[in-house]
């Protein structure tokens, strides 16, 4: 059995997970990343996503998030998400307004930075679709 360690997520709304867990795998802005105990102290943003959680104590739990930051000291890993849900309560509905509002927000760029954050965005959003809600 792994080692455990103290992990937390959390959205503006409210504290999602508050436990000892064996892994955490988050979507970092440059990868996925599994963060285990002892890990190296990192900070690294979180783009669209979804976050496994395996507990010391149990079977494993997802969580989509859409953005955020993760600390992760060798004693433990917070995630701080713009907002988080578990899978199994996802609306649906709601990464289809998601995935419009950034399409209007690409249609309205003009300056080619800027198009190009909205498209990096889109398509992360279009990505993490595929993957919480199956064809």
Request: with cysteine.
């Amino acid at each position: 059995m792994a080692e455990s360690f103290q992990f937390e997520l959390v959205s503006p709304e409210r504290l999602l997970v508050s436990e000892k867990v064996e892994s955490v795998v988050i979507p970092g802005s440059e990868g996925e990343m599994t963060v285990m105990a002892n890990h190296a102290p990192v900070m690294t943003t979180i783009k669209p996503g979804v976050v496994t959680v395996k507990p010391a104590s149990g079977a494993e739990e997802r969580y989509v998030v859409f953005g955020g930051f993760a600390d992760i000291l060798p004693t433990g890993c917070t995630l701080l998400a713009e907002s988080a849900v578990s899978v199994k309560d996802f609306d649906r509905a709601d990464i289809a307004r998601r995935i419009e509002a950034a399409k209007a927000e690409l249609a309205a760029h003009t300056d080619h930075g800027a198009r190009t954050k909205a498209e990096e965005f889109l398509h992360q959003l279009t990505t993490l679709e595929g993957i919480v809600v199956p064809a």
